[in-house]
């Protein structure tokens, strides 16, 4: 087990006791707000999330939905960061926030009856390229391929492309969607996908079109009506700190925000692709916040106070996709871990350190 992985069954543990003993109930202030996220709901058959293992089942999000409606005060997005900054901000119960990344149209056909019936408000963060099923990200592409062909077919496929011109091209099957996320750029430069899609005798198009994995913009209206607001997830999922130069990383924000703004959707918030510091860096946040946008969600270590979020102007979110039905594991996730990542970091000198630039 890596150094994650007894992280996270030490929180378990901790957060099982203290659920056992009755601490169950977190008191704290609007300022600090829980921004809780998914991607996709449903059994996670799909061809286009198989490898990903980002599908929460609908009985188990239900639960969660149970859960935070019996725990906190569940606000709209804008509100619960408004609250962050009001001088009246409460402390009778903590505040959380829903959101999904990606667009995807399970959203619509799962999480929203679950949402309607409770009466909760949540947050969509679309990638623009996406909507309407036109195309696929890369990573629901590779997920599709190895779900379709079989890993030991897909891997040596990218292997011999990738080995034209990428040096360090040999990547086990297990390790192909990492892999093609830390060699993004240079998949960027040489159309790798492009060409294994070409091998196969495969149109892009015609996969996403026949998958339907993200949402529709009718759709999208009508959920507006039911309390859902849209914000931008990036034009096309790109791990924006593999970007190497900034004009890629400002393209792929900019092009989101001039689509979304057309349609008049919420423009105030951006969440970065994968949402780790090493996704997305600081030309990311800077090219963000010139382009229009108010804050950046980024997965960070959950916790969102006050004076970091007013200077960073960046809101930290707790995933909880893979998350159990449990009260004890939700209670972990959501209050447990980011309280100790929170408090390791601040321990960690090395931790504190900035994260160093991107290539301009």
Not at 61 to 73: C, I, Q, V
Not at 87 to 95: D, M, R
Not at 187 to 201: I, M, P, S, W
């Amino acid at each position: 087990m890596n150094a994650n992985g007894m992280f996270l069954a030490a929180t378990d543990r901790l957060g099982s006791c203290l659920w056992t003993i009755g601490l169950r109930r977190p008191v704290r202030s609007g300022r600090d707000p829980r921004l809780v996220y998914y991607h996709g709901i449903g059994d996670g058959q799909s061809l286009c999330f198989r490898f990903l293992r980002d599908e929460t089942p609908r009985d188990v999000f239900e639960s969660h939905l149970d859960y935070l409606l019996a725990h906190y005060r569940i606000l709209p997005l804008q509100e619960a960061v408004e609250e962050m900054f009001s001088s009246t901000a409460t402390t009778h119960l903590p505040v959380c926030s829903i959101s999904f990344d990606d667009g995807l149209r399970s959203v619509y056909t799962e999480a929203l009856p679950a949402l309607r019936e409770r009466g909760l408000p949540a947050t969509v963060f679309l990638n623009t390229a996406t909507v309407g099923n036109n195309t696929l990200t890369w990573v629901h592409l590779v997920s599709y391929l190895l779900a379709e062909f079989g890993a030991q077919t897909v891997t040596e496929l990218f292997n011999r492309l990738a080995a034209e011109h990428v040096t360090d091209a040999s990547c086990g099957e297990p390790e192909i969607l990492a892999w093609c996320r830390a060699n993004f750029e240079s998949n960027l430069k040489t159309r790798l996908l492009d060409r294994v899609l070409e091998e196969l005798g495969l149109s892009l198009g015609e996969i996403a079109r026949e998958q339907r994995t993200y949402l529709e913009w009718d759709q999208i209206t009508s959920m507006k009506q039911h309390g859902i607001t849209f914000c931008s997830h990036t034009r096309s999922h790109a791990p924006l700190g593999r970007l190497t130069q900034e004009w890629q990383v400002r393209e792929e924000i900019e092009d989101a925000y001039e689509v979304l703004k057309s349609r008049g959707e919420n423009l105030d918030f951006v969440s970065f692709p994968f949402g780790m510091r090493v996704d997305y860096g600081d030309v990311a946040v800077r090219c963000a916040l010139a382009c229009g946008h108010a804050y950046a969600l980024e997965v960070g270590n959950g916790i969102n106070k006050l004076d970091r979020v007013a200077e960073t102007k960046l809101l930290a979110r707790v995933p909880l996709g893979n998350i159990g039905s449990k009260g004890a594991q939700l209670y972990s996730a959501i209050e447990v871990r980011p309280t100790l990542k929170s408090a390791i970091k601040n321990w960690l000198p090395s931790q504190r350190t900035s994260a160093p630039q991107q290539p301009g």
